[in-house]
């Protein structure tokens, strides 16, 4: 009869339902229990919040998975016999946006499952205000939730963590707004870093701690100072009660160092202080914590041309300066290092007066004139026009070179824009001016030819002067190329037939020098009606006619 009995209460089993059960042992791992089947089922203890409170043959309600396995046990489950039975319940007492309690049972694809007397889905994303990177780190734990959706079809229910937190946070905000005020000090933990500053947490209300409020000196980078998740004291500087946002100072905290800064570092004091930091334009010296001053690429040296600090300061170098201005508003200190010597430029009207004769080598050419080392840092020019009375010199190298030694005469020193200029033809006399004495009209002259260009040639005659025989003096017959009858070096007779003073201009005759006085005075009176801007060009238009036959060739 017991095993009838037996039989008819396994028939009577249904799978996915409620069956009595009948706990028959409690075991480290697991608890037998008894349903009236062929065998006695296991459930992992596990699903039991207190299985220490378990008592043999205590009747339970368990959920049949399955009524047989492949080892003939049945398949049974604590766990969802409770959510089979709270299901109801909950759907009675929890709806969406209420708070329910919950302890998390495992970790799932994306988030966890938690037990909140059914199994509840909380996404990864709800977990915490900044989504953790260890899942594991919660499991077993128990926290308030907030139901975010209940789906009764698939019997589903969403949950959140942050979503409470948030709100909690959001009234710690509130409270701390209505509470703080401008000037309060608040300790605060750094939360992130960004260029322009730090953002603190204080007590859940976010706070901009910008980087111009970070120190009194200057700083590249807010990490420089700070770490994130470090604590620290900052002070209200403002608050803006709609965004529940608030400004935030650190260098506050310390007394300002540039209170009365004029009288600490009064203009034309000498003072000394630390390379911080080096720029195109200059290198800023620190003074003091939180004050630095600027000394500009050309405060440096009154006469090296420096293009670059780092060329003669090092960062971390101790240097010497004199301050130069203070502006108390904007925060800045003008220095100066090269006022510590005396400015060679005030001593070069003393040292190297007008008209005084100097001797120096050529340092340097250019297309407008050579400057020559006077002493060391000074350099006094001669332009390319001051170079002769009578040659038109297109370019100083025609006469000069480089480390050649030149004695020169100081023609003008103008300290402020540092010039020295000097010139080499003021140490003779203009032989210009004796011009009458030297050549007269008719007079037979020889000479080499210098240049020749498409208007004629110049011939190099007595006193370094240059006379000009055109084009249309050289021969009775038409000459179409001047070099094609001259050349340079060579040596012709000519004779002078214009003489003009105050265009430094002689005008010379190849096919006149054997013709007798009336002839010549003939070919005198027809050179004096050619055009000058036609034929008859002055000696720097044909000078620069020269350089452009040179150039192309």
Known sequence: MEALLQASKFENLVENSLVKGRVMEVRQNEVIVDIG???EGSINIAEFLSPEDLQIGQEIDVFLEKVEDK???????FDKAEQKKNWETILAKCQEGAVVSGRIRSKVKGGLVVSIGVDAFLPASHIDVQPPKNLDQYIGQTYDFKVLKINQERKNIIISRRELIEEQRQDKRRSLLSRIKVGDTHKGIVKNIVDYGVFIDIDGLDGLLHITDMSWGRISHPSEILKIGEEIN????????ERERVSLGLKQLASNPWENIEFKYPIGAQIRGKVVSLVPYGAFIELEQGVEGLVHV?????????TKPNE???????????ILNVNKATQKISLGIRQLEQNPWEMAVRNYP???????????????GAFVALEEGLDGMIHVSDISWTRKINHPSEVLKKDDEVDAIVLDVDPS?????LGIKQLYQNPWLKINDYFKIGDIVTGKVTKITSYGAFIELQHDIDGLVHISQISEEHVNKIKDVLSVGQEVTARVIKIDKDEHRIGLSIKAAHYDSDRLAQEIVAYDRLKADEQLTSLGDILDEA???IKRK
């Open 37 to 39: 089947g062929k065998s």
């Open 71 to 77: 080892s003939g046990s049945p398949v049974l489950s």
């Open 234 to 241: 900052v002070v209200i500087l403002e608050i803006d009660q």
């Open 298 to 306: 050309t405060e440096i040296s009154w006469t090296k041309r420096i």
């Open 312 to 322: 003669v300061l090092k960062i971390g170098e101790e240097v010497d300066a004199i």
């Open 354 to 368: 007008v008209g005084a004769r100097i001797r120096g080598k050529i340092r340097n050419i250019t297309t407008y």
């Open 417 to 421: 824009q540092q010039r020295i200029a």
């Open 547 to 549: 350089a452009k036959e």
